[in-house]
């Protein structure tokens, strides 16, 4: 009939939360197998012998070794040494508890992770709490004394962006899973590259970011655009990109193949691939311009091909035979 305590002389903290490990004992003191797990109020008998105890609330421990005698009553107390985190996390000043929030205890001896609002019952000593909302963190220095709870409000300083793409400004929303956004830092590096901070696919695609100037990298199939936009902490932004894109939907009888070539030459006279796919029909977003679509067909020997324009918010369609 075990009772476990926080710090010594503290009440007795079993309940659902806490768990008892009972092992045989080896020759040598070392755990053997394992008899049971309990967990809450314990009170069980155990056949004569060697055991080892192990007394555990949340991510603290202490085991002890019994000899368990026939017709005796053992009443052991285990002293945790340990205390109460509680973190409510929060994006910005002022604003709700995060539920979104990922919450690291890093305490003597180990590392736990829990998610939103966050209590752990640790070992005691120097704790580092880690909060992290989106591509923002924060981390905090704590020191807990045995029996002692600390509750902590953390604010990391994020903003939230949410991103959707428009084939016009003002026109039809992209509406695509497969659509992609990337967040990169504005200010490029000295190599001329740009930091990457975030990924997310298809519409309403949601960002929590530190405040800063970046650049939305926006793929829909062929159409690649960039916007750049600002956050500042506790905003609450739509970022809305336009594509200046239309929608190209290309058929080729009888063609292992279909490509997209832009229709003006470079100076050695060649023109730029834009994609290539397999089959004899394909559809893509791509920008407003005017292409060569190519059909490749191994049987007849040699290309064909057809020019379109594809306008901006509009539907362009092309057989090539």
Same mark, same amino acid.
């Given at each position: 009939?075990?009772?476990?305590?926080?710090?010594?002389?503290?009440?007795?903290?079993?309940?659902?939360?806490?768990?008892? #490990?009972?092992?045989?004992?080896?020759?040598?003191?070392?755990?053997?197998?394992?008899?049971?797990?309990?967990?809450?109020?314990?009170?069980?008998?155990? #056949?004569?012998?060697?055991?080892?105890?192990?007394?555990?609330?949340?991510?603290?421990?202490?085991?002890?070794?019994?000899?368990?005698?026939?017709?005796?009553?053992?009443?052991?107390?285990?002293?945790?040494?340990?205390?109460?985190?509680?973190?409510?996390?929060?994006?910005?000043?002022?604003?709700?508890?995060?539920?979104?929030?990922?919450?690291?205890?890093?305490?003597?001896?180990?590392?736990?992770?829990?998610?939103?609002?966050?209590?752990?019952?640790?070992?005691?000593?120097?704790?580092?709490?880690?909060?992290?909302?989106?591509?923002?963190?924060?981390?905090?220095?704590?020191?807990?004394?045995?029996?002692?709870?600390?509750?902590?409000?953390?604010?990391?300083?994020?903003?939230?962006?949410?991103?959707?793409?428009?084939?016009?400004?003002?026109?039809?929303?992209?509406?695509?899973?497969?659509?992609?956004?990337?967040?990169?830092?504005?200010?490029?590096?000295?190599?001329?590259?740009?930091?990457?901070?975030?990924?997310?696919?298809?519409?309403?695609?949601?960002?929590?970011?530190?405040?800063?100037?970046?650049?939305?990298?926006?793929?829909?199939?062929?159409?690649?655009? #960039?916007?750049?936009?600002?956050?500042?902490?506790?905003?609450?932004?739509?970022?809305?990109?336009?594509?200046?894109?239309?929608?190209?939907?290309?058929?080729?009888?009888?063609?292992?193949?279909?490509?997209?070539?832009?229709?003006?030459?470079?100076?050695?006279?060649?023109?730029?691939?834009?994609?290539?796919?397999?089959?004899?029909?394909?559809?893509?977003?791509?920008?407003?311009?005017?292409?060569?679509?190519?059909?490749?067909?191994?049987?007849?020997?040699?290309?064909?091909?057809?020019?379109?324009?594809?306008?901006?918010?509009?539907?362009?369609?092309?057989?090539?035979?």
């Amino acid at each position: 009939m075990p009772s476990v305590v926080l710090a010594e002389g503290g009440p007795d903290v079993s309940d659902n939360s806490n768990a008892w #490990e009972i092992y045989k004992a080896n020759a040598d003191g070392t755990r053997g197998d394992q008899v049971m797990t309990e967990y809450g109020e314990l009170k069980t008998s155990l #056949e004569p012998g060697d055991y080892i105890v192990v007394g555990r609330a949340d991510e603290a421990k202490v085991e002890q070794k019994l000899k368990v005698e026939a017709g005796q009553v053992y009443k052991p107390l285990f002293t945790l040494n340990a205390g109460t985190l509680i973190i409510h996390p929060h994006a910005s000043q002022g604003a709700e508890i995060s539920g979104e929030a990922r919450v690291d205890f890093a305490y003597p001896g180990g590392s736990s992770t829990h998610y939103g609002d966050a209590k752990a019952t640790v070992p005691a000593g120097e704790q580092k709490v880690t909060v992290q909302i989106g591509a923002g963190t924060v981390t905090e220095t704590v020191q807990l004394a045995a029996g002692q709870t600390v509750e902590k409000d953390i604010v990391v300083g994020v903003g939230h962006a949410v991103l959707n793409a428009y084939y016009t400004a003002g026109g039809d929303k992209a509406d695509n899973s497969g659509m992609g956004f990337e967040i990169v830092k504005a200010k490029k590096k000295i190599d001329g590259t740009r930091e990457s901070v975030e990924h997310s696919y298809g519409p309403d695609s949601k960002f929590w970011l530190p405040p800063d100037d970046y650049v939305a990298i926006t793929t829909f199939d062929i159409a690649v655009v #960039e916007q750049p936009f600002s956050i500042k902490a506790g905003d609450n932004q739509d970022v809305k990109v336009t594509l200046d894109a239309g929608v190209l939907a290309m058929s080729a009888p009888g063609a292992y193949s279909i490509e997209v070539l832009s229709s003006k030459k470079d100076i050695e006279g060649k023109r730029k691939s834009l994609g290539l796919s397999y089959g004899d029909s394909w559809q893509q977003t791509i920008p407003a311009g005017d292409y060569v679509v190519v059909r490749h067909a191994s049987d007849q020997g040699q290309d064909k091909e057809t020019p379109v324009t594809v306008k901006a918010g509009e539907r362009a369609e092309v057989t090539v035979q």
